[in-house]
């Protein structure tokens, strides 16, 4: 009754500020596109490299839209591979056609593979003697030494967990924090509520929010951003909304340490950025044993890699399992921790 | 509950914060249905006080009874009606879905809470602002919405803090009839207040400064008491600034 009356009455705040809910539900929808765009949502023009042996490739390369730049010289081709005028260089070996790929631009990694692959399938059932050659599967090896990288694919799962921690964090934190400077906090604790009341209020107002909020961001995601999905939507969705739950209540325990808006907003390089760096976003294994357990004390990293599992290697509930029961009992932990916090303007 | 009982009674309550004793050794007993002042200055312990009583805070020293229990308790603050000094509204919010909430925080009904709404609105004078967003109201009008929010429930027993302050003089004459009003039906009121004059009407007063119960006593034994002509005087005299 009490919970429903506190959820009741979020609901109506939103309703009423059309703002915040627009950050909400559009902010993230805002950065996802850019980023989509950023990280190679676009068509990216490979630059190839011929050497003298591959010249033979120019003209079908040309046909698959590639840029052309032909070397007599191999070490003039090495030389623009290395300070990065070319993406890849093409050499054909005895057997096979041998592509060096620059590496460090995943986005022009994958547009390259998938012009070979293109030439690959346009070439298989013609003829002549160096386009049978190139016909065969070619060696790819890597001048900066990176692995098979993904761009928006890669990046977007562990984002649409971020910006929904981010957001809810801070628009929850905020505005229990707001309850405590405008004395409406103090108001409600001079009524018979109980401290847990305000606590399962606030998950039940905003997690109505969340979902809809969830709906949206994976909806976008999925289907206008186009980022892969090999698994299956209604994971995405469950762990996304673990992962808001996560996010609103952690801010609304943090913002029993802020004073203020602005105080709420520092919180963020603290809490948010290094969770972000240890999510998996980039490759924990090279760090120091001690930041990459860190890393496993962090909601978003254990979101991060479901959502991955979910994603990108299409895998079930089995493989997601403990990383939603790890993102519900960081939710009890905090929604405790929150419940106790409340203790220092409210004893009983 | 034992009638027998003041209303309230406070026995040798302090609160410190840390090593600043904000207040010390108060004792003072609040009778059902009067009206009982706590005057002094600002920063001289009286909304400390009235979260003591509110059950919000609790006393580091000595005892706080409201209705006959030793607070903080949660099921007597079903019991008290609370304004505090600031307005604690959701400003976002109309004036009607404001009141709707706290009514339901108090178990308040359909029916009944409907009722009430119209009621307490029509007491402070605000009926026709129902449904405008409290952001729209000036500072006058909100302090009234507070009060209208502590009365909703009809509590046995109103704390209120500075529950005056920005109403103009009109619709203050206006408010105190109405605690009058709900005295003779047996609501008890304590209030606190740094005007002078709005103490002359409590029906008993305690004078506070620096965390110390200077006096309590009807505002007519006080000046007698001190020889002093008007209730400033009379906080003069009780603060050691005797002319």
Redesign the interface.
């Known amino acids: 009754?009490?919970i429903?009356?506190?959820a009741?009455?979020i609901l109506?705040?939103f309703i009423?500020?059309k703002r915040t809910m627009a950050l909400m539900f559009i902010a993230p929808l805002l950065v996802l596109s850019l980023m989509s765009l950023v990280l190679g949502g676009g068509i990216y023009t490979p630059k190839l490299g011929l050497e003298k042996s591959a010249a033979v490739l120019a003209e079908p390369l040309a046909g698959t839209g590639a840029e052309i730049y032909e070397y007599t010289d191999a070490a003039a081709g090495e030389d623009a591979l290395r300070s990065g005028r070319i993406d890849a260089l093409i050499s054909l070996g005895a057997a096979a056609p041998e592509v060096i790929l620059e590496g460090s631009n995943p986005a022009a990694n994958q547009a390259v593979i998938l012009t070979l692959q293109e030439l690959l399938r346009q070439q298989a059932p013609a003829g002549g003697a160096g386009l049978s050659l190139a016909a065969a599967q070619p060696q790819i090896s890597y001048l900066y030494g990176a692995e098979d990288m993904k761009t928006i694919d890669r990046y977007g799962p562990v984002m649409i967990g971020v910006f929904v921690f981010f957001f809810v964090f801070l628009i929850a934190g905020v505005s229990l924090l707001r309850e405590r400077t405008?004395?409406?906090l103090?108001?409600?604790?001079?009524?018979?509520?109980?401290r847990a009341e305000i606590v399962l209020g606030y998950v039940l107002g905003f997690g109505l929010f969340t979902v809809i909020q969830a709906l949206l961001i994976s909806w976008f995601s999925v289907k206008v951003l186009g980022i892969m999905m090999a698994g299956s939507f209604v994971y995405v969705l469950l762990i996304t909304l673990l992962m808001a739950l996560t996010a609103l209540t952690l801010g609304t325990l943090l913002s029993a340490f802020a004073a203020n808006e602005l105080q709420m907003i520092q919180f963020i390089p603290l809490v948010i950025v290094p969770q972000i760096f240890l999510s998996g976003l980039f490759p924990l294994d090279t760090l120091p044993l001690w930041l990459q357990r860190l890393g496993l004390a962090t909601p978003i990293y254990y979101g991060s890699e479901a959502l991955l599992d979910i994603m990108i290697r299409g895998k079930g509930w089995n493989a997601i399992a403990a990383d939603v029961y790890i993102l519900l009992a960081f939710s009890l932990l905090f929604m405790t921790l929150n419940v106790r916090a409340l203790r220092k303007?409210?004893?009983? | 509950m034992n009638e027998i009982h003041p209303v309230i009674s406070v026995r040798h309550a302090g609160r410190s914060f840390g090593q600043k004793e904000v207040l010390r050794d108060i004792s003072l007993e609040v009778d059902k249905a009067e009206t009982f002042g706590i005057l002094g200055p600002s920063g001289s312990g009286k909304t400390t006080l009235v979260k003591l009583l509110?059950?919000?805070?609790?006393a580091t020293s000595g005892e706080v009874q409201v209705l006959g229990t030793v607070m903080?308790?949660?099921?007597v603050?079903?019991k008290?009606g609370?304004m505090?000094?600031?307005?604690?509204?959701?400003?976002?919010?109309t004036a009607k879905?404001n009141l709707e909430?706290?009514a339901?925080?108090?178990?308040l009904k359909n029916g009944n809470r409907n009722r009430r709404i119209g009621d307490v609105m029509e007491l402070v004078n605000l009926q026709e602002h129902l449904r405008k967003?409290v952001d729209q109201y000036s500072g006058g009008m909100k302090r009234r919405l507070s009060l209208a929010?502590a009365l909703l429930h009809e509590p046995p027993l109103l704390l209120l803090d500075e529950p005056t302050v920005g109403i103009d003089p009109l619709l203050r004459q206006a408010i105190w009839k109405e605690l009058k009003a709900l005295n003779r039906k047996g609501t008890t009121i304590v209030l606190t207040t740094h005007v002078m004059d709005e103490a002359g009407k409590c029906d008993r007063l305690a004078m506070i400064r620096e965390g110390r119960l200077l006096a309590a006593d009807t505002p007519a034994g006080m000046l007698k008491a001190a020889g002093a002509a008007s209730i400033e005087e009379a906080f003069l005299y009780y603060g050691g600034g005797r002319p």
């Open positions: 009754m009490r429903r009356a506190i009741l009455r109506r705040q009423h500020d405008s004395g409406t103090e108001r409600l604790l001079s009524t018979p509520l109980r303007h409210r004893k009983m | 509110a059950g919000i805070d609790e903080p308790k949660l099921s603050l079903q008290i609370y505090a000094q600031s307005d604690a509204l959701y400003s976002e919010l879905e909430f706290f339901s925080l108090y178990g967003r929010i």
